[in-house]
């Protein structure tokens, strides 16, 4: 089954964005229950690189097809599930990594699209906050994608997303997104 080349973002408008992001048909995961079956011996790396028995899986369009059937458990851990299989799959951080963002507004009226690693396409807002967390490492901003899923937000990106805070004047610091605002500091 092939799939559509990823549209270049910066030729896209946030609506044409929205309208590619509600397009996407992804299988019903949450609804398959199938008895769990093992182990996929597949783990996603902290920079969002899937490997398969420690081996690099070079083939992006198998990364974005394993990425439609992932789903997260109750319990926190991750799961790659068919309508006949389960297998367990290892995620050190997040499953997704935000690699590229587009803007368009300002202050309240702003609206920030990011494309994922698996070529995804999320606004961040309402059904899609941002948050960010500190670690030993520094600031760790993520975006939650869906069912419980995130995507950490590539340093490059959290600059400009640190840039547009500056900027925007506010107390705390943080960025608007379709009518949400998200404080660039850790939540309490």
């Not at 992001?21 to 597949?42: F, I, R, Y």
């Not at 494309?115 to 520094?138: I, K, M, Q, W, Y």
């Not at 900027?167 to 939540?187: H, K, Q, R, V, Y």
Request: negative net charge; proline residues 10%.
């Amino acid at each position: 089954m092939p799939m559509d080349p990823l549209p270049d973002l910066a030729s896209l408008s946030l609506a044409d964005i929205a309208r590619l992001a509600a397009d996407a048909k992804l299988p019903p995961v949450a609804s398959w229950n199938p008895t769990h079956c093992g182990d996929s011996e597949m783990r996603i790396a902290r920079d969002g690189t899937w490997y398969h028995q420690g081996t690099p899986i070079g083939r992006e369009t198998m990364v974005r097809l394993f990425s439609t059937i992932l789903r997260r458990e109750p319990d926190g851990g991750y799961v790659l599930v068919t309508p006949v299989e389960k297998l367990d799959i290892a995620v050190e951080d997040a499953p997704f990594v935000a690699v590229e963002m587009k803007a368009e507004g300002e202050g309240r009226d702003a609206s920030l699209a990011f494309r994922l690693n698996t070529g995804d396409l999320v606004t961040a807002g309402p059904a899609h906050p941002l948050r960010f967390a500190e670690d030993a490492d520094g600031p760790r901003p993520y975006l939650m994608v869906r069912g419980g899923m995130e995507a950490l937000i590539a340093r490059p990106i959290y600059y400009e997303l640190a840039e547009r805070a500056i900027d925007g004047g506010e107390t705390p610091p943080g960025i608007w997104s379709d009518g949400d605002f998200f404080a660039l500091e850790p939540a309490a």
